[in-house]
């Protein structure tokens, strides 16, 4: 069946780094943009970036922006999110997801979602 | 960036009552490119209206999105025991694609 599964969170020091993986099957993941949204403890949704199928658009959101870069490898059915200089502030549930629709754009909602992965960045 | 403000807060009901939330965007939305999302705890959310009004894959027809521009509305027409949760609206018109910061429906 359609599968998102995030892995790689866990608790880190501020200011470093951390990589999380999200391991897509039982679709055609190439054909898909896909996106990064976090959830802190007991808040609310907050989108923090979005790939296009093949890598050719990225955006993020301002709080992230140049500290974390998502990519992803096609062969190997996978999206990452490299997360640098993190802050205590970056403490959140993780989940990836795919948009709605395939093709190029990446203006899309999100229809097929992972369970998260915490990362918890403490001192 | 798009900053979506979502009414009431709370809304207390009982099933079988109707719920109308609010998201109001401080810009317009162009192609209706707003979101509505379902979040029970503990889990992920669920894509429930597409494009402000276009029922997502499995969602029941008591479900209903409907507005543009700068004003959305999500009805849910009767209250099903599994409707109570958390909705979020979410524009993807222009990056940043933010959140709103839910309306939380629950029993009343």
């Known amino acids: 069946q359609v599968q998102l599964v995030e892995s790689g969170g866990g608790v880190v020091q501020p200011g470093r780094s951390l990589r999380l993986s999200c391991a897509a099957s039982g679709f055609t993941f190439s054909s898909y943009a896909m996106f990064w949204v976090r959830q802190a403890p007991g808040k609310g949704l907050e989108w923090v970036a979005v790939i296009s199928h093949d890598e050719s658009d990225r955006f993020y959101t301002d709080s992230v922006r140049g500290r974390f870069t998502t990519s992803r490898d096609n062969s190997k059915n996978t999206l990452y999110l490299h997360m640098d200089s993190l802050r205590l502030e970056d403490t959140a549930l993780y989940y990836c997801a795919r948009a709605s629709s395939s093709g190029h754009h990446v203006r899309d909602a999100s229809d097929i979602w992972g369970q998260g992965t915490m990362v918890t960045v403490s001192s | 960036e798009i900053v979506l403000t979502q009414s009431p807060g709370t809304l207390s009901l009982s099933p079988g009552e109707r719920a109308t939330l609010s998201c109001r965007a401080s810009?317009?939305?162009?192609?209706?490119?707003l979101a509505w999302y379902q979040q029970k705890p503990g889990q992920p959310p669920r894509l429930v209206i597409t494009e402000a009004s276009s029922r997502a894959t499995g969602i029941p027809d008591r479900f209903s999105g409907s507005g543009s521009g700068t004003d959305f509305t999500l009805t849910i027409s009767r209250l099903e025991p599994e409707d109570f949760a958390v909705y979020y609206c979410?524009?993807?018109?222009?990056?940043?694609?933010?959140f709103g910061p839910g309306s939380k429906v629950d029993i009343k």
């Open positions: 810009q317009s939305v162009s192609s209706n490119y």
């Open positions: 979410q524009h993807y018109d222009n990056s940043p694609f933010t």
